[in-house]
């Protein structure tokens, strides 16, 4: 099983857009956390697991987009995004971002 650094999560709770094959289907869903490395949403409807999309996030007139990888979805839609390939401007975006938000409380590590 890989072993992931754990990185601080940000309690965002916003609108965003997910575009699936080269930006043809556009699904409306909810970010619930953010971290440097992915995010946390809720309403991923058809989205596969493994399918790379493309995340959109419009925050304080400022848009953010990003490819990333489905890692894991549930029942529920809800599901967890990889960033992929992060450039200069998202890592400002998040930078910017990251300091209007909370840190969400860290989980219990669970044992190996």
């Keep these: ?3 992931r650094i754990p990185v601080p999560r940000y309690l965002f709770r ?5 575009f699936q094959a080269q930006g043809a289907v556009a699904v409306d869903i ?3 956390n953010i971290s440097t490395n992915g995010c ?3 309403g991923l409807g058809p ?3 493994e399918e790379v999309c493309e995340l959109a996030i419009t925050w304080q007139g ?7 990888k489905v890692r894991w979805k549930n ?12 450039d200069e401007r998202g890592i400002a975006f ?7 938000l909370r840190l969400e409380p860290p989980r219990p590590q669970s044992a190996t």
């Design 1 to 3: 099983m890989e072993r």
């Design 14 to 18: 916003g609108p965003a857009k997910l």
């Design 30 to 32: 909810t970010v619930l």
């Design 40 to 42: 946390r949403v809720r």
């Design 47 to 49: 989205v596969a697991e």
């Design 62 to 68: 400022k848009e953010f987009r990003q490819e990333a």
């Design 75 to 86: 029942d529920r839609g809800d599901g967890g995004l990889e960033f992929l390939r992060m």
């Design 94 to 100: 998040l930078t910017e971002l990251f300091g209007t």
